[in-house]
């Protein structure tokens, strides 16, 4: 629904198994994806399909020919970029509707003269100094939740059920 809108942005990701499994992290929490060229892969590439497989008809994906392009085109969003150069955490920052998680290539991480226009919103998930950086699907991943968290997780099924037995027969046994 428009009430959240959530926002996972790739700039120039360069490994199809990592876009295709934010592609399933985005179709499962209802995130659109944004893909911004280059890329290091084709949108029909195998390793994409597979890793996202089952999950593209619940997908929303829109592709940008530049960085330029895609913040003509989302004009007025509120953007945060993730990096292990942030000064804040990911975690203490409150994200608002209409969010915008921006994402470097694998690499090498986003432009440093965009995190130098951003400092307020440059954002890291902790993680030890000797580690260069997490892989970038899980850092997707993180920061998505991070923000569903925060908005109490709107419209996502919150409760799981067994298939073969009730919880409530397993809670009896005790």
Known sequence: SMEHSLNIVLIEPEIPQNTGNIARTCA???????LVRPLGFTADD???KRAGLDYWHLLDITYYDSIDDFFEKTKGGNY???STKGTHRHSDVEYPDNCYL???KETKGLPEELLLQHPDSTLRI????EARS???SNSVAIAAYEVLRQWDY???LNKGELHNHKWS??????
């Not at 902790?126 to 100094?129: A, F, G, K, L």
């Not at 027969?169 to 005790?174: D, K, Q």
Request: hydrophobic letters at 45%; glycine letters at 6%; a negative charge.
């Open 102 to 104: 921006l994402f470097g």
């Open 28 to 34: 499962a929490t209802g995130a659109t994806l944004h």
């Open 154 to 156: 709107p419209e996502l």
């Open 126 to 129: 902790p993680m030890i100094d």
């Open 46 to 48: 195998r390793k994409l």
């Open 80 to 82: 945060f970029f993730f």
């Open 134 to 136: 997490l892989n970038l």
């Open 169 to 174: 027969e397993i809670n009896n046994c005790t």
